[in-house]
């Protein structure tokens, strides 16, 4: 039997646990008539691109954050979409602690200073800040919220969340009711909201300054949620105390003010970049693709 033809858009699917996808497809780079399903990640799928692709019926996104996926469009087309939430889940949650504990402790820094050579010649380097003890506010507590607090607990002096209304998994925490009452109570507030035109920018001058000289901001939802020129203003002067960045408005185009800064660790969009999780990605988008290539019931429709 042939191989149906898929709208290819990963450039490098070995790192999305998909190097066997062309076994069971015949993989396209460009949209053409004739083609029914595509496989696309962050770099999404917009309505010319649906347009270039009339017989689209399906697309399969290897992200759960479908915000460069006009969804609007594919509704009228009626192209159903699949993501993969809940198999990344752990690896996201886990990088946002990871960043929060590289920026209170100057992980990254420490690293380049023996590396220099400079410890022998300058002594210690300036003193780090706690990472636990502290208070920490989680934005938006969904599947990936919920999983930072959980892990946050044993270590956090409290934790507080806003979401749009009080959610019953966020019982044992307190609940603020909006972005800048959550910055002015946290010491550390971890960015965990959808991407879109929604929350663009839900992360905007007056919350980065509620949160403060002695915050710390970490970001491992989507780079439009934080205003980042008033965040790289804040942090280079003083009205921010510091950062952990997993991702940024323009990707992978990182501002050069953000990467001089020192208060600052940065991280190339590496979320749910493991072998495990992106194999259980992979799969994940297979069996959404076979399943509807059978007529079956989609996995992950959104
Ligand atoms: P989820 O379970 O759908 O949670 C989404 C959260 O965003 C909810 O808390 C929701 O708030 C909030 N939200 C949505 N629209 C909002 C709006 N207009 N205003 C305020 N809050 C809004 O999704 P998830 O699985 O936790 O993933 C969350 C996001 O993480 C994804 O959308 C993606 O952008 C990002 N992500 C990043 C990486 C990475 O590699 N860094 C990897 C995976 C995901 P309510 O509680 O009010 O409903």
Redesign the pocket.
């Known amino acids: 039997m042939p191989k149906p033809p898929l709208l290819m858009l990963i450039e490098q699917p070995d790192l999305f646990g998909l190097a066997h996808i062309g076994d069971h497809y015949d993989l396209r780079a460009q949209p053409e008539p004739g083609i029914v399903a595509a496989v696309s990640s962050g770099n999404g799928v917009d309505a010319a691109m649906m347009e270039a692709a009339p017989d689209l019926k399906m697309i399969a996104l290897s992200?759960?954050?479908y915000?460069k996926v006009d969804v609007a469009a594919a509704r009228q087309r009626g192209i159903a979409i699949t993501n993969t939430?809940d198999v990344?889940?752990d690896d996201?949650a886990d990088l946002a602690i990871g960043l929060m504990i590289a920026v209170a402790r100057r992980l990254p820094q420490h690293d380049r200073f023996v590396r220099q050579g400079r410890w022998p010649q300058e002594g210690p380097p300036a003193l780090a800040r706690r990472a636990s003890g502290r208070r920490i506010g989680v934005l938006?507590?969904?599947?990936?919220?919920q999983a930072i607090a959980r892990r946050a607990a044993p270590f956090a002096a409290e934790i507080g969340y806003y979401?749009?209304?009080q959610?019953e998994e966020g019982e044992a925490y307190s609940y603020h009711d909006s972005p800048r009452a959550l910055a002015e109570w946290a010491d550390v507030l971890i960015v965990?909201?959808?991407?879109g035109p929604?929350?663009a920018g839900?992360v905007s001058r007056a919350v980065i300054e509620a949160l403060g000289p002695e915050g710390t901001l970490i970001n491992?939802?989507?780079g439009s949620v934080v205003d980042e020129p008033a965040m790289i203003a804040a942090l280079t002067d003083g009205r921010l105390g510091s950062a952990g960045l997993?991702?940024f408005a323009h990707e992978p185009n990182v501002p050069e003010a953000l990467i001089q800064l020192e208060n600052v660790v940065l991280v190339p969009?590496?979320?749910?970049a493991t072998r495990e999780t992106r194999a259980a990605m992979g799969q994940l988008v297979l069996d959404n693709l076979a399943a509807f290539f059978s007529g079956k019931s989609l996995l992950t429709p959104i």
């Open positions: 992200v759960v954050g915000d939430p990344l889940t996201v938006g507590l969904g599947r990936i919220g979401s749009r209304a959610r965990a909201v959808s991407g929604d929350t839900l491992i939802a989507r997993d991702v969009h590496q979320g749910s």
